[in-house]
Every structure is written in C-alpha cells, then in structure tokens.
C-alpha cells in the first residue's frame, strides 16, 4: 500500500498550532470534514471514542489517531506536523509534533490494518521524521511521507 493512495497534498498542514490533544483531534476533524464532506462533529466524536480504549500516541513524538466511519468510501488519511508538541498521553510519555490521522470505511477491515501498518512503518523511518521536523515545506513534507522505504517489506 502506498500512502499517496490515501493521502493527498492538501492533506498535509505544516506548523499546526494546537495547546493540547484534544484540540489536535478537534483540528484535524475539522481538515478531515472538509477533505471527506462529513460531518466535523462525527469525525470528532469517532476519534475521541478510539483514544478512550488506548492512546494513538505510538512514542518517538509520533501519534496515529484512526477510526472507522459508516458514511465513508475510501481509507483518507491527513498529516499534521504540530508547531509545538503536545502532550498526548504516548506510550513513551514523549511528547507529540507529528500525527498521522487515518479514516476508514465501516468495513475496511484488513485494508485499514495494512494501512496503519504502512504509516507506522514510514513513520519509524528516522530520515523520514528527521526531514518532517526540519521542513515547514508541505511539498517537501508530502514527498516524505508518500516516498517508497527501500529497506521495508510490503505488508
């Protein structure tokens, strides 16, 4: 799976300005709402109910929130690199800056598992994170994340 299949440019905000979590969430529901056309509040509400069974704050400063959403047809992801790290409750108590957010249909199944696996492997890439924390570049910061990792394996 290639992360330019759910990713688009204009998916990629650069210097996000948010003081905690929830308002990430909240921000990338409202980006994610205009992206997909549904409601910002559902959106909302869906997350917040994912990180209520465990955080999405993976460690290394990097957060994978996701959730499944009835109305939606295709897996959507969204990129934020935030302009200051928040506290996010990581499994490493590290602050995050980078967060990935990725929607899917009701019954995406095994696609949305291949494509978390995916994110969390370009995200443990450390020239990928190095150069999106040294860029405010969203075309810099969109060639990272939708580049092919030589070194990874399909999943």
Do not use: C, W
């Not at 939606?72 to 995050?96: H, N, Q």
Request: aromatic content about 4%; cysteine-free; overall charge negative.
């Amino acid at each position: 799976m290639d992360l330019g299949d759910l990713l688009a440019k204009d998916a990629v905000i650069a210097g996000l300005k948010v003081k905690s979590k929830k308002q990430a969430i909240q921000e990338l529901a409202a980006k994610a709402a205009s992206l997909t056309g549904l409601s910002e509040r559902e959106i909302f509400d869906t997350l917040l109910q994912r990180e209520r069974l465990g955080s999405t704050g993976v460690g290394h400063g990097i957060a994978i929130p996701h959730g499944k959403l009835t109305r939606l047809d295709r897996l959507v992801g969204l990129f934020a690199k935030l302009e200051k790290p928040v506290d996010f409750d990581s499994l490493d108590d590290e602050p995050v800056d980078l967060v990935f957010l990725l929607l899917a249909p009701e019954g995406a199944g095994a696609d949305h598992l291949k494509a978390l696996a995916r994110i969390a492997r370009q995200l443990r890439d450390a020239n990928v994170t190095q150069g999106l924390r040294g860029s405010s570049d969203v075309e810099e910061m969109y060639g990272l994340l939708t580049q092919s990792l030589t070194s990874s394996n399909a999943a």
